[in-house]
């Protein structure tokens, strides 16, 4: 131990951890995110000892990781280790060395190591990958015959044991004609064996990490053997290096103030995960006790007496552990507990749930695989479920007789595959998504297109009225009237039968698109506009007597449609205003100042790109909707988010913030301020950046309670049915509350005293319609 005990770290007192400030994400982890989300290409070279413990290192030594350690190791003896990155980065290289030297090992040879929880085991991982040497792990309860089978299938050079087992390996060891070298870990020698903690001793710290593709072996792992002998698994560098990334943040909520204290033996899969690579990638601390045997007490005493903040244990030892009162130990540092490798019983889950308070998080995943399912921290648990998919995987139900259930979107496919270039993500909360892609929009609207020309009988610079509530076919009717030039008309769903009419006969719309909720309604004031030519129904429920069904068109419309060339100064969408100085006044927005604003505007006012998912959650029937979730995110190919709610439910609201990678959410400062009144500490919103409010002003103390309870600013925004968006509190700039921040091109906002009013004008965009021409030209007063 007298190497070890030189890099015990004593600056790190125990409450100067519990009381560490709460870090900012990976900015490690962040680069690999989309890679494991199938976004990006995986690079053909990666190595996670060099690309991401030497990265941490170099953090660590500029101050920009907390002053904590790495890897933190205990026993019952009284014994500790603790290791800052840099620590590891040292010692993993002299251990490198030893393999490359005395042991005589090369790239991709493969050594089997079967040692228990000890500090040398994780120099060994972490030097196997600077060596692109291939570890296998094995679990300290292997026999003789079973390290026999795994030397002779693996065809390994070296294996490295402690003094328990090296007795057995003499006893097989020409019985293995590949064995070339044998490592023990002890304080003794041994005949015939290289004692590692000596070699490590005079080795030198000078090793240049092995350049590995990231498609080069990393570890193999054996099977349990449940159907048969144990199979090899090969993991590669970028499957476990780049593969638990996702896993680490979402499912585990890791940050460089983390402490993670996972129970598993270093033989099993689960350590590679917790104890390895999803804590470091993060820039975490691996807790480790080294238990020979599970022993409860020790255990809740060990979570008590240390700042653990994330536990993870099979369901048996949770089973173990309720059996004690727990009531009697006090937890002051944990906040999330996993488990995983057999189901958890419920009672067990209850149990622990009502005595700690905190709930366990379940999760599957295979030797062959990384996890696969996890229950998210902040999702609502249900006992008995293993959660939702991780990426990349795509997990599908199917029945008897290999019938595989399909959504309505046709042939499944990868998660990957699936996700990758999304335009639209539609849910109901009860079980109903869709996603399509950028193309499958295209074709979609294309059909309709198709509709509206031929069976509705609409030609370029006709009107469509569509009144429909949060469903994909209201994007679909949307982009199919600007593919044919139709001048679409929104309507909210509250409107009554004589809000209808007055829109119909003022607009003199020749169409109009709703649902079976509003058929009733049109057809009570339907005689008294003649002009109304073709009423289209979305509908699932059947067909209805003088009106086209849309659902029956669109399985049978061809998708060949040809685009009309609109000019920039077209009309494309009409607006009501609310009216609330007189009856609603017709707004009229032309195809360049909605289409093309956002494209010429070099940093406008939303500032997603194509890797955010934006939630709008305004209702289809105002134009916020045109400008959050249609016009400003496809542009630059953002995923549109929508949630089909009926009706505000701040419960629905924060809950899906929490299951769904949302990055950006708009809405009004009503539901902001009805969000604040829920306890947001018990929600984690891991996905979500950038929070704006538009439509009324937002009250200051809604703003700071938002940023107190979530670390997150709302960005306010202003503007009118006339012009769309003409301020904004954009990214980046220091928030005010109460302002609406600065212009938004092509608009020049001023301050200006009621007797100063006409001495400038507002410059007019190019594109705009004559209604935001006047409005931009009459200067108004902004407080």
Same mark, same amino acid.
């Given at each position: 131990?007298a190497?070890?005990?030189?890099?015990?770290?004593?600056?790190?007192? $125990?409450?100067?951890?519990?009381?560490?400030?709460?870090?900012?994400?990976?900015p490690?982890?962040?680069?690999?995110?989309a890679?494991?989300?199938?976004?990006?290409?995986?690079p053909?070279?990666?190595?996670?000892?060099?690309d991401?413990?030497?990265k941490?290192?170099?953090? =660590?030594?500029? @101050?920009?990781?907390?002053?904590?350690?790495?890897?933190?190791w205990?026993?019952?003896?009284?014994?500790?280790v603790?290791?800052s990155?840099?620590?590891?980065?040292?010692?993993?290289?002299?251990?490198a060395?030893?393999?490359s030297?005395?042991c005589?090992?090369?790239?991709?040879d493969r050594?089997?190591?079967?040692?228990?929880r000890?500090?040398?085991w994780?120099?060994?991982?972490?030097?196997? #990958?600077?060596?692109?040497?291939v570890?296998?792990?094995?679990i300290?309860q292997?026999?003789?015959?079973?390290i026999?089978y795994?030397l002779?299938?693996?065809?390994?050079?070296?294996?490295?044991v402690s003094?328990t087992?090296?007795? @057995?390996?003499?006893?097989?060891?020409?019985?293995?004609?590949?064995?070339?070298?044998?490592?023990?870990?002890?304080?003794?020698?041994?005949?015939?064996?290289?004692?590692?903690?000596d070699?490590?001793?005079?080795a030198?710290a000078?090793?240049?990490?092995?350049k590995?593709?990231?498609e080069?072996?990393?570890?193999i792992?054996?099977?349990?053997?449940?159907?048969?002998?144990?199979?090899?698994v090969v993991?590669?560098?970028?499957?476990?290096g780049?593969?638990?990334?996702i896993t680490?943040?979402?499912?585990?909520?890791?940050?460089?103030?983390?402490?993670?204290?996972?129970?598993?033996?270093?033989?099993?899969v689960?350590?590679?995960?917790?104890?390895?690579?999803?804590?470091?990638?993060?820039?975490?601390?691996?807790?480790i006790?080294?238990?020979?045997?599970?022993?409860?007490?020790?255990?809740?005493?060990?979570?008590?007496?240390?700042?653990i903040?994330?536990?993870?244990?099979?369901?048996?030892?949770?089973?173990?552990?309720v %059996?004690?009162d727990?009531t009697?130990y006090?937890?002051?540092?944990?906040?999330h507990c996993?488990?995983?490798?057999?189901?958890?019983n419920?009672?067990?889950?209850?149990?622990?749930?009502?005595?700690?308070?905190?709930?366990?998080?379940?999760?599957?995943?295979?030797?062959?695989?990384?996890?696969?399912?996890?229950?998210?921290?902040?999702?609502?648990?249900? *006992?008995?479920?293993?959660?939702? *998919?991780?990426?990349p995987?795509?997990?599908q139900?199917?029945?008897?007789?290999?019938y595989?259930l399909r959504?309505?979107?046709?042939?499944s496919?990868?998660?990957?595959?699936?996700?990758?270039?999304v335009?639209?993500?539609?849910?109901?909360?009860?079980?109903?998504?869709?996603r399509?892609?950028?193309?499958?929009?295209?074709?979609?609207?294309?059909?309709?297109?198709?509709?509206?020309s031929d069976?509705c009988?609409l030609?370029?610079?006709?009107?469509?009225?569509?009144?429909?509530p949060?469903?994909?076919e209201?994007?679909?009717?949307?982009?199919?009237?600007?593919?044919?030039?139709?001048?679409?008309?929104p309507?909210?769903?509250?409107?009554?039968?004589?809000?209808?009419?007055?829109r119909?006969?003022a607009?003199?719309a020749?169409?109009?698109v709703?649902?079976?909720?509003?058929?009733?309604?049109? =057809?009570?004031i339907?005689?008294?506009?003649y002009?109304?030519?073709?009423?289209?129904?979305?509908?699932?429920?059947?067909?209805r007597?003088?009106?086209?069904?849309?659902?029956?068109?669109?399985?049978e419309? *061809?998708?060949?449609h040809t685009?009309?060339?609109?000019?920039?100064e077209?009309?494309?969408?009409?607006?009501f205003t609310?009216g609330?100085?007189g009856? *609603?006044k017709?707004a009229?927005?032309? %195809?360049?100042s909605?289409g093309?604003r956002p494209?010429?505007?070099k940093?406008?006012w939303?500032?997603?790109?194509?890797?955010?998912?934006m939630?709008?959650t305004?209702?289809?029937?105002?134009?916020?909707?045109?400008l959050?979730a249609v016009?400003?995110?496809?542009?630059?190919?953002?995923?549109?988010?929508?949630?089909?709610?009926p %009706?505000v439910?701040?419960s629905?609201?924060?809950? #899906?913030?929490? $299951?769904?990678?949302?990055?950006t959410?708009?809405?009004?400062p #009503?539901?902001f301020r009805?969000?604040?009144?829920?306890?947001?500490s018990s929600?984690?919103?891991?996905?979500?950046q950038?929070?704006?409010?538009?439509?009324?002003p937002?009250?200051?103390e809604v703003?700071?309670?938002?940023?107190?309870?979530?670390g997150?600013?709302?960005h =306010?925004?202003?503007?009118?049915?006339?012009?769309g968006?003409?301020?904004?509190?954009?990214?980046?700039?220091?928030?005010?509350? @109460?302002?609406?921040?600065?212009?938004?091109?092509?608009?020049?906002?001023?301050?200006q005293?009621?007797c100063?009013?006409?001495a400038?004008?507002?410059?007019?965009f190019?594109?705009?319609?004559?209604?935001?021409?006047?409005?931009?030209r009459?200067?108004r007063?902004f407080?």
């Open positions: 131990m190497l070890l005990k030189f890099f015990w770290s004593l600056r790190s007192p $125990r409450l100067l951890l519990h009381q560490a400030k709460r870090h900012l994400a990976s490690i982890a962040s680069q690999y995110e890679i494991n989300q199938g976004e990006k290409e995986v053909e070279y990666f190595n996670f000892a060099s991401v413990m030497d941490w290192t170099e953090l =660590e030594k500029e @101050g920009k990781r907390p002053q904590e350690a790495a890897f933190w205990v026993n019952n003896q009284n014994e500790e603790k290791w990155y840099e620590d590891l980065g040292l010692l993993s290289r002299k251990a060395n030893v393999l030297g005395p005589g090992l090369q790239r991709s050594v089997l190591m079967v040692l228990p000890i500090p040398e994780w120099l060994l991982v972490l030097a196997c #990958t600077r060596a692109g040497i570890f296998i792990p094995g300290s292997l026999t003789v015959k079973d026999t795994r002779q299938a693996s065809k390994a050079k070296c294996v490295v003094d087992l090296a007795p @057995g390996v003499d006893s097989v060891a020409s019985e293995c004609p590949s064995l070339r070298t044998k490592v023990i870990v002890s304080d003794r020698g041994r005949d015939g064996w290289l004692n590692f903690k070699l490590l001793q005079t030198s000078n090793h240049t990490c092995v590995t593709k990231s080069d072996p990393l570890a792992y054996f099977t349990s053997g449940t159907t048969g002998t144990p199979k090899m993991h590669s560098h970028c499957s476990y780049i593969g638990l990334t680490g943040r979402v499912c585990m909520q890791l940050s460089p103030t983390s402490v993670m204290w996972n129970l598993s033996d270093p033989g099993w689960k350590a590679a995960w917790n104890c390895v690579f999803a804590p470091w990638m993060y820039g975490a601390c691996v807790f006790h080294h238990l020979p045997q599970f022993e409860p007490k020790v255990i809740l005493n060990t979570l008590a007496s240390y700042p903040t994330l536990f993870c244990a099979p369901p048996t030892g949770y089973r173990m552990l %059996q004690l727990l009697r006090k937890f002051m540092s944990l906040n996993v488990t995983g490798g057999e189901p958890l419920p009672e067990v889950y209850e149990s622990w749930k009502k005595q700690t308070g905190l709930d366990i998080h379940e999760g599957y995943g295979q030797t062959e695989t990384v996890a696969i399912c996890t229950n998210k921290k902040g999702m609502k648990i249900k *006992p008995g479920s293993m959660g939702t *998919p991780c990426p995987y795509d997990v139900i199917w029945e008897a007789g290999a595989k959504s309505n979107l046709g042939e496919s990868t998660w990957m595959e699936f996700c990758k270039d335009a639209l993500w539609w849910i109901n909360g009860r079980g109903g998504e869709v399509w892609s950028f193309e499958e929009l295209g074709e979609l609207s294309r059909k309709v297109a198709n509709i509206l069976q009988s030609n370029r610079g006709d009107r469509l009225l569509v009144i429909l949060r469903i994909p209201w994007w679909l009717v949307t982009t199919a009237c600007i593919r044919t030039g139709i001048t679409v008309i309507g909210t769903t509250q409107l009554t039968a004589k809000d209808i009419q007055y119909l006969q607009s003199k020749k169409c109009i709703t649902t079976d909720a509003l058929a009733p309604l049109v =057809e009570s339907a005689a008294e506009n002009g109304l030519q073709a009423k289209l129904l979305v509908s699932s429920g059947g067909r007597e003088g009106w086209l069904n849309f659902n029956d068109l669109l399985k419309a *061809p998708a060949d685009c009309v060339n609109t000019r920039t077209d009309p494309m969408m009409v607006y609310s609330t100085t009856s *609603p017709m009229e927005l032309s %195809q360049g909605l093309l494209i010429v505007n940093r406008y939303l500032d997603t790109t194509s890797l955010d998912v939630w709008c305004a209702d289809t029937g105002w134009v916020l909707t045109s959050g016009f400003n995110p496809w542009v630059r190919g953002t995923c549109v988010f929508v949630h089909n709610m %009706q439910e701040p629905t609201i924060l809950n #899906t913030l929490s $299951r769904f990678p949302i990055t959410i708009l809405s009004a #009503t539901l009805m969000l604040v009144q829920n306890d947001l929600y984690k919103f891991m996905s979500l950038h929070c704006i409010s538009a439509g009324e937002l009250n200051p703003m700071e309670q938002w940023k107190k309870k979530t997150l600013d709302i =306010e925004a202003y503007g009118q049915t006339e012009t968006m003409a301020c904004a509190v954009l990214k980046g700039m220091k928030i005010k509350p @109460g302002s609406m921040g600065k212009a938004c091109a092509p608009y020049d906002v001023q301050l005293d009621l100063q009013l006409g400038r004008r507002n410059p007019v190019a594109g705009s319609s004559p209604a935001e021409a006047a409005a931009a009459a200067p007063r407080t």
